[in-house]
């Protein structure tokens, strides 16, 4: 792809990431995505510290500079698209977004963590039952405040799609892995905003999408650091 383009820095491992990637396709951003190795550790290597010195994805070069964190690159992507499309204006509106997209980062990649290294990629030892009782049972009520959330608007996290639904999706979506819900009986409500939110676009062109190589070499450092 052209070099002019942006670029994202991602791994198609991380929900971070692919919130920033749903939320550039919903604004209709033209990008290149160059895909960082974590279980290589490509995110510590120097071309990539010279990127982003806390070493973590995802990280956003535009010609406006790096940004880092996938909170500033969200809000800085809205915010260059005009009138504000995912994160609303209203500062009690924009509160309650930001509200549920650290729940999503905190809480949520919690659960999402412990499970996995627990039965995706268990220990030597096998998983602990304990572990995964605790985790699911974390989950489910997660799950029971975004069912609430949602039951009470139009569908939608905070009654107008967003950023919020974007940010809690990403973490959400990985639970089916880990037989979350564990029944969809009391869960009618997020079983439909699921479906409409994978239903999207965004969806198709970010989930499990693998980028071009990333340059150990520092070439693509470089050329950051010259723009």
Known sequence: MSESLPILYSSARSPHCFKVSLVLHELGVDFDRVEVDLRAKEQKTPAFLALNPLGQVPVYRDDAGV???????????????????????????????????????????????????????????????????????EGMELLATVESALSRGDG?????????????????????????????????????????????????????RVGRPFDRGGRAANRASQQ
């Open 67 to 137: 940004h880092i964190d996938s909170l500033v690159i969200m809000r800085h992507l809205d915010a260059r698209r005009g009138p504000s499309r995912l994160f609303p204006h209203d500062e009690v509106a924009l509160e309650e977004v930001l509200r549920w997209i650290d729940v999503s980062s905190t809480a949520m990649r919690d659960v999402s963590h412990q499970l996995y290294w627990q039965l995706i990629e268990p220990p030597g030892g096998g998983p602990d039952p304990q572990i995964v009782a605790q985790g699911r049972q």
């Open 156 to 208: 939608w996290m905070t009654g107008t799609f967003g950023a919020g639904d974007l940010s809690v999706f990403a973490w959400l979506y990985g639970f089916r892995r880990f037989d979350l819900p564990t029944s969809w009986e009391a869960f009618p409500h997020l079983r439909t905003w699921l479906d409409r939110v994978s239903a999207r676009p965004s969806f198709a062109a970010s989930y499990g």
